[in-house]
């Protein structure tokens, strides 16, 4: 059984997400995917709109992801081992990077083959995310509060 695995952020799921699990799983009997846990994406400069326990649930409900797992730390060759994954699946702007020609020397010293995959084209959640803050004043903060603001609304309702 050939096992694949691939992480991400998955925030504001998009068709290139869809893209790259579809065509992973193409190449495996099972896909894996790691999927960053909050701590990580602030770790990395970054706020996820959507909060983890949301996005692994959106990601294991594709019929193309075989199991979900959270993604603690960066060491993708460590989380390939432990889950016996033989292929691991990226995107291609990583591709002839220095970071990545090491990664590639590494993973194969351990028998791992490297997949990268094109983008989509024109799609990305940073993208995404910016054209909503433009267009509706988003922020991380604002869909926080909206958020805890329906929460008390309807627990108002329902004592009411």
């Known amino acids: 059984?050939?096992?694949g695995y691939t992480t991400g952020v998955y925030d504001l799921f998009h068709i290139g997400h869809l893209n790259l699990l579809k065509n992973a799983k193409g190449l495996c009997d099972k896909l894996i995917v790691g999927v960053t846990v909050d701590e990580?994406?602030?770790?990395?400069?970054?706020?996820?709109?959507?909060?983890?326990?949301?996005r692994?649930?959106?990601?294991?409900?594709c019929k193309y992801v075989?199991?979900?797992?959270?993604?603690?730390?960066?060491?993708?060759?460590?989380?390939c081992k432990r889950l016996g994954a033989?292929?691991?699946?990226?995107?291609?702007?990583?591709?002839?990077?220095?970071?990545?020609k090491k990664y590639e020397e590494d993973f194969?010293?351990?028998?791992?083959?490297?997949?990268?995959?094109?983008?989509?084209?024109g799609i990305s959640s940073t993208?995404?995310?910016?054209?909503l803050k433009q267009v509706r004043g988003w922020t991380s903060e604002a869909s926080e509060a909206a958020a805890k603001a329906h929460l008390i609304a309807e627990?108002?309702?329902n004592n009411g």
């Open 66 to 79: 075989d199991a979900a797992v959270p993604q603690y730390d960066m060491d993708k060759l460590k989380a």
């Open 108 to 121: 194969e010293r351990e028998g791992i083959k490297i997949v990268y995959f094109p983008y989509t084209k």
């Open 155 to 157: 627990e108002n309702s």
């Open 56 to 61: 692994i649930e959106i990601v294991r409900a």
């Open 1 to 3: 059984m050939v096992i």
């Open 127 to 131: 993208r995404i995310t910016n054209a």
């Open 86 to 100: 033989s292929i691991l699946f990226v995107g291609d702007d990583w591709y002839g990077t220095d970071k990545w």
């Open 40 to 54: 990580l994406v602030a770790y990395k400069g970054k706020h996820a709109m959507i909060p983890f326990e949301d």
